[in-house]
């Protein structure tokens, strides 16, 4: 097998219809076929495309994470005296949280929110109301947490073009013809020059036993290495692409949003309001390390992916109910949907997706748009 067959063939950026299954053109628009939508419960959040969809390149900004105005007392998520209740799902990684409406908390609670979900990677909330609310609520909502990013390839509600939806539909046969597992551990959108930060997804719907998605913890994969890895790793960067995946949409529905991009991020990125730091690549997009040479670079980056995707015991697997938000720490966390029932259930999420910070090694550089100098130019 070469070099570059190795990395980045992920389920996520290759096999779009085979999860995803057919989309038709109706009412001017590309979509899911009829016969489907019977069988959706909130068809508001059914993924569309139209051809015409263009946007022009992102643009550099600043940003200040939410969490960093937090109260890290976090007075309005848990006061002493309500009844709002956390709990870990593992000891470093992983919160559950009961008996919080996300929909009712204000800008201060918001704040809170940022910051927990920094620190614990990924928060579990059950019971909202935020998919009966509607995509322009979850729109609203989002960008309290940076500009929403709107996916370069991914379908969306027409009126909530922000929105990233995951549907599969009820017909998929014979999943896994060409693989024997259809894994795909990404973090998301890291090919941007701002990469998601604290993000937001929620499967509406649904089999009844399936179609969980996992997490691993990127600090953690941090942490396990040796410092003189640490050191070494913290002195690299790595070439993150929308090529696979912007090429992918094109062969299979004809439709790339805005154009594909590349950036430069450094391996070992640090937490703007934790101050941890943690492996910054994934299978999904992180393609190749800055000067070193081919075999070196997919050693690394096996080596990477492997940590992140099969260390056991620094991931945790969440299993949906209707109703269930999950948010997640984008650059502290890689994540992979489990595409594992074959009857005819359809699932249906949508994911709102704040963008942050250029990831930086050192704090020094936040916020600037020169940052990883040393790393320009060198595509
Ligand atoms: O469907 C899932 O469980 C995860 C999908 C995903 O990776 C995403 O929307 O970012
Ligand atoms: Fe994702």
């Keep these: 097998m070469s070099v570059s067959a190795q990395l980045g063939t992920s389920a996520y950026t290759n096999s779009f219809k085979k999860i995803s299954g057919p989309v038709v053109e109706r009412d001017g628009l590309i979509q899911v076929p009829e016969q489907d939508v019977s069988k959706i419960k909130y068809i508001e959040y059914l993924p569309t495309w139209t051809k015409e969809e263009k946007y022009i390149p992102l643009k550099f900004f600043k940003h200040v994470d939410p969490g960093s105005r937090a109260d890290p007392e976090f007075g309005l998520l848990f006061p002493k ?15 559950t949280v009961e008996n919080v409406q996300l929909s009712q908390l204000d800008a201060k609670g918001k704040d809170e929110l940022a910051l927990l979900v ?63 597992n259809l894994l795909g551990w990404h973090s ?45 790793l913290g002195g690299l960067s790595a070439v993150h692409s929308a090529i696979q995946q912007a090429s992918a949409s094109k062969n299979e529905i004809g439709i790339v949003k805005r154009d594909a991009v590349e950036n430069i991020h450094p391996i070992i990125r640090t937490h703007p309001v934790t101050g941890k730091k943690s492996i910054f690549v994934n299978s999904g997009f992180t393609r190749s390390i800055v000067g070193l040479k081919s075999e070196e670079s997919a050693t690394i980056l096996n080596f990477l992916f492997d940590l992140i995707g099969n260390s ?17 720490d984008n650059r502290v966390t890689n994540h992979t949907a489990i595409f594992d029932w074959d009857s005819s259930e359809p699932r249906l999420a949508f994911r709102i997706t704040p963008q942050a910070e250029r990831p930086v090694n050192n704090l020094v550089d936040l916020n600037k748009e020169d940052t990883n100098k040393v790393y320009k130019g060198q595509l």
């Design 81 to 95: 005296s309500g009844s709002s209740i956390r709990k870990p799902i593992t000891p470093k990684f992983g919160t």
């Design 118 to 180: 920094a620190q614990r990677g990924v928060v579990v909330f059950k019971n909202q109301d935020l998919a009966e609310k509607g995509p322009r609520f979850a729109v609203e909502y989002g960008k309290h947490f940076g500009p929403l990013h709107i996916h370069p390839t991914s379908g969306a509600p027409p009126n909530a073009p922000e929105l990233h939806t995951v549907y599969r539909t009820p017909k998929v046969e014979n999943l896994f013809e060409h693989s024997v």
């Design 188 to 232: 998301d959108v890291t090919y941007e020059m701002q990469p998601a930060g604290t993000t937001f997804f929620s499967v509406i719907q649904g089999p009844e036993a399936g179609g969980d998605t996992l997490f691993a913890n990127t600090a953690e994969a941090y942490e396990r290495l040796s410092p003189a890895w640490q050191e070494f």
């Design 312 to 328: 056991h015991d620094l991931q945790l697997r969440v299993k949906w109910e209707p109703n269930t938000v999950v948010i997640w």
